[in-house]
């Protein structure tokens, strides 16, 4: 070992601060620790000095405040400002406070579920990530090896390292025998870097080859991981889609229920005013004004819908649930909307779109031969040559093959394992003798067996270094299609040492593989419907445009548009790069920073976008994008910290599927925005009608009560529990800026809450059929309005033209609705003093129930003139 003290190392030292961004400790500064490990003295020395291997969680919110932002709603604001002049009027008056307390019931309702199910995922995060914290890793303590947590490891510790293994901290290697590392994490690059001795190697990567010894310069936060993971604590997310949309809703109601309250009170106090006997005292106009005043509040409470949080809150509950269920660990609720949203995903390539895995893709033999003795044919040599010539080996774990050491090598290691050949065999009955292992510049490696009295040497590597040693030198064309389809082309040949054990002049070719990760079979289908559905894909990767071209085009991701590199891409302007966004379709030889540039010009275009990442410096872009989506498998802790989702399979699939539940869930909250929306607006004016034309107000308090907010509650889950249907991926994004009432939703709610209000006018007017007394027609009135609701709930399962099967998909609603059935006959037959009602007879029942049926005409009359079809689906 050189010198601690050397130019070379100073200068590595001083590149590391630079290039990297990190704080180590310089390697000469860990002489006094050496190779032979650290005392338990010294452990403990060192822990208290520099820290632990831990990254110090983001700095979450407190669990109150965390229940307290679930208040910052826009609904739930108008809400409590109803609670409130509830409470006032109802003791002012020395009313009930039944109906603030059940305005304030729902409000508590959304906003406890909303906090339970997000703390709930927030609980199965953290023990993911704890899991990873308590790897066993390999040091020298006390001058013996010794097997700690990686939550242990302290600078100084001299750690073993092998191929397989993640570098559980920063340092330098001190011992570096053919060690190779996956440092994608931090590059994009998924290439393995060579590494030699007193180079830095940095946490968070991976061995994939060779074995060797580093010493620990930094812990936790100090190190690049910890310290990018420290810059996300500050960072704020994009408001996402459905929140501008309910925050404009918002407004758009209370502006509604403000100016009906307005119109009230110049009702009230026009009649009290102008009538022939005005108030005089000021006790009297006191006694208008208050009176005005709790009209006004009644009717703002109609007109605020006191369900949509509820409705909201359970949709994406339910949601979150399925889509965990579907592989994607959801960690912010509202993520569940926006994925729906999405116009733009930026996926990575490597596990994502391919299986992570390197195969043999093809070959210039059919299948690998059994050897049985000296090699005899091209297939024999080259099934040797793959089994013995390697140093990686495959493990069997749970079922599974998993690989150690080089990946190339284990492809081709499971290649010889589908042909029913035994590798372990062969090695042991032909051991190599002498292995010159693979560099970068030799492009090759070689192996030295002994056959009875003669001594073979095994050559793999780059086509045309090895065509180069051979005679006859073979035809190389047929392997341009091999790099044109992505693959890395391996060639095989062998030769006979010379009695003195020179290597032979030239050698023999016997053939050569095409290596490639697979793309998984199911993406291209998914590209296809993501495609479909109006999103754009496009792929990051840090492979070359070669081989990122080649996946595209079998994914289906590239078709008409360009292939740009990293480096090219952020020498642009700010204002170039919304130009050429558009059409990039393959960002290749990339940097995460250039994800994190791609992810805010496609935003400053006006596009929703998802990002999936699984390295540490994919967090920035994660954390950025509008829906941020980390692997749950490969991904770092870092990355998954600042996602939204976790794809727990690491596969492109899956995103396309929580696509599909999140439009499904958008479409869930316009079902019940038309059925509640249609119900206040309906009841509204009634309630503010009525008495201007002189007739008995249409509802009592309690009775209001019932129909905005229990009722309500209830066709939220029966609303909000509609399956989604295959159409849904079949139309484009709604865009940002779009409504979250469609012009067909605003026609029907309008028409429908036309005909309630003109049946329901003459309804008091000229009276109910079969209704004997006043009080008949007065319960009447409130029971078939009810009805009327259910079977308008009927209507909005089809939204937009699309009706659901009758029965299937949602064999929640009708439960809920007869729920509502039953509950509505039990408020009539035996609640009387509480709800103004009297018992009606079964026959009257019939009556209400088949003169409230026709509503289920109103919605296929609609799709008639807006020449919408009814689809089923």
Not at 177 to 192: L, M
Not at 762 to 784: N, R, V, Y
Not at 799 to 822: A, D, Q
Request: proline residues 6%; negative net charge.
């Amino acid at each position: 070992m050189c010198s601690l003290s050397c130019e070379f190392c100073r200068n590595s030292h001083e590149l590391i601060q630079h290039d990297h961004g990190i704080t180590m400790i310089p390697l000469q500064d860990l002489a006094q620790y050496g190779k032979d490990g650290l005392s338990s003295e010294s452990v403990l020395e060192s822990r208290t000095k520099y820290g632990k291997n831990e990254l110090t969680p983001p700095k979450r919110i407190p669990v109150w405040k965390q229940y307290l932002e679930k208040y910052q709603d826009p609904i739930i604001r108008i809400l409590l400002v109803a609670v409130v002049l509830s409470a006032v009027v109802a003791l002012l008056e020395g009313n009930s406070l039944i109906d603030t307390i059940g305005i304030a019931l729902a409000v508590i309702l959304a906003t406890t579920i909303a906090f339970l199910t997000e703390y709930r995922s927030n609980r199965e995060f953290d023990a993911l990530n704890a899991m990873r914290e308590d790897t066993a890793v390999k040091v020298i303590r006390n001058n013996s090896p010794s097997t700690i947590p990686m939550r242990d490891v302290v600078v100084g510790d001299a750690i073993l390292l092998e191929a397989g293994d993640m570098v559980p901290a920063d340092g330098y290697l001190l011992v570096a025998s053919d060690i190779e590392t996956d440092e994608s994490a931090f590059t994009g690059e998924s290439e393995p870097v060579k590494k030699n001795d007193h180079e830095v190697i940095l946490k968070g990567s991976y061995i994939t080859n060779g074995r060797g010894t580093m010493i620990a310069a930094a812990v936790g936060d100090l190190t690049k991981m910890g310290m990018i993971a420290s810059s996300l604590i500050e960072g704020t997310r994009p408001e996402t889609p459905l929140q501008v949309k309910l925050k404009d809703l918002a407004h758009l109601i209370s502006k509604f229920g403000y100016i009906m309250a307005g119109l009230i009170i110049a009702l009230v106090l026009a009649q009290e005013f102008l009538s022939g006997a005005p108030p005089q005292t000021p006790l009297e106009i006191f006694s208008v004004l208050l009176h005005a005043c709790m009209f006004a509040v009644v009717i703002i409470v109609v007109s605020v819908p006191e369900g949509l949080p509820v409705s909201v809150t359970v949709s994406l509950a339910l949601t979150m649930g399925k889509m965990t269920r579907a592989k994607s660990l959801v960690r912010r609720m509202i993520a569940c909307e926006t994925v729906g949203s999405v116009t733009v995903i930026c996926t990575d390539k490597t596990g994502t779109l391919t299986m992570n895995q390197m195969e043999v893709a093809a070959s210039s033999i059919e299948v690998p031969e059994e050897i049985m003795g000296y090699p005899s044919a091209p297939a024999e040599w080259i099934t040797l040559n793959a089994a013995v010539n390697s140093t990686a080996e495959l493990e069997h774990s749970g079922g599974k093959m998993i690989t150690v050491g080089n990946s190339t090598e284990a492809a081709l290691l499971r290649w010889l394992h589908r042909a029913g050949i035994a590798y372990p065999d062969i090695r042991k009955a032909i051991p190599p003798i002498h292995q010159d292992f693979f560099n970068s510049k030799k492009k090759q490696m070689s192996t030295i067996v002994q056959f009875g009295d003669k001594q073979v040497i095994l050559v793999k590597g780059a086509p045309e270094i090895i065509a180069s040693r051979c005679s006859p030198a073979p035809d190389l064309k047929n392997l341009h299609h091999l790099a044109e389809r992505a693959m890395r082309t391996l060639a095989f040949a062998h030769g006979t040492l010379s009695p003195q054990g020179d290597e032979p002049e030239a050698l023999i070719w016997d053939g050569y593989v095409g290596i490639r990760d697979e793309v998984r079979p199911d993406v291209p289908e998914a590209v296809k419907t993501c495609n479909n559905a109006g999103i754009t894909v496009k792929m990051v990767t840090g492979d070359s445009p070669e081989t990122g071209a080649a996946i595209a085009r079998e994914t289906g991701i590239l078709t008409s548009g360009s292939i740009m590199t990293g480096p090219e891409f952020r020498e642009l302007s700010e204002e170039k790069r919304r130009e050429v966004v558009r059409d990039i379709q393959v960002l290749a030889r990339s940097e995460p920073h250039d994800k994190l540039l791609l992810v805010k010009a496609l935003q400053s275009n006006g596009d929703v976008v998802a990002v999936t990442g699984d390295g540490t410096n994919d967090a920035p872009a994660l954390r950025n994008a509008d829906v941020g989506l980390a692997m749950g498998i490969a991904g770092t802790e870092v990355a998954r910290e600042a996602s939204d989702i976790i794809l727990l399979d690491d596969s492109f699939p899956t995103i396309e599927r929580a696509v599909w539940w999140g439009r499904a869930l958008f479409e869930n909250i316009q079902r019940f925005l038309i059925f509640q929306l249609t119900i206040n607006i309906s009841a509204a004016i009634l309630t503010f009608t009525a008495p201007l034309l002189g007739l008995k107000p249409p509802f009592t308090i309690i009775q209001l009560l019932w129909i905005n907010i229990i009722m309500d509650s209830l066709a939220a889950l029966a609303l909000c529990s509609e399956a989604p249907h295959p159409a849904l991926m079949s139309k484009k994004p709604i865009p940002r800026t779009a409504s979250v009432i469609t012009p067909y939703m605003k026609r029907a709610i309008l028409i429908t809450a036309g005909i309630y209000i003109v049946a329901g006018i003459a309804g008091l007017w000229a009276g109910l059929p079969c209704m004997e007394t006043p009080e008949q027609q007065a319960t009447a009135f409130f029971a078939g309005f009810v009805l009327a609701q259910v079977w308008n709930g009927i209507n909005c399962r089809g939204i937009n033209g699309i009706m659901p099967p009758l029965f299937k998909g949602n064999p929640v609603f009708y439960g809920i609705m007869g729920l509502i059935v039953v509950i509505q006959i039990l408020i009539v037959q035996f609640g009387g003093e509480i709800f103004d009602t009297v018992p009606l007879s079964p026959v009257q029942w019939i009556v209400i129930g088949l003169g409230t049926m026709p509503v289920l005409l109103i919605w296929p009359l609609l799709r008639i003139i807006t020449h919408k079809p009814v689809r089923s689906e």
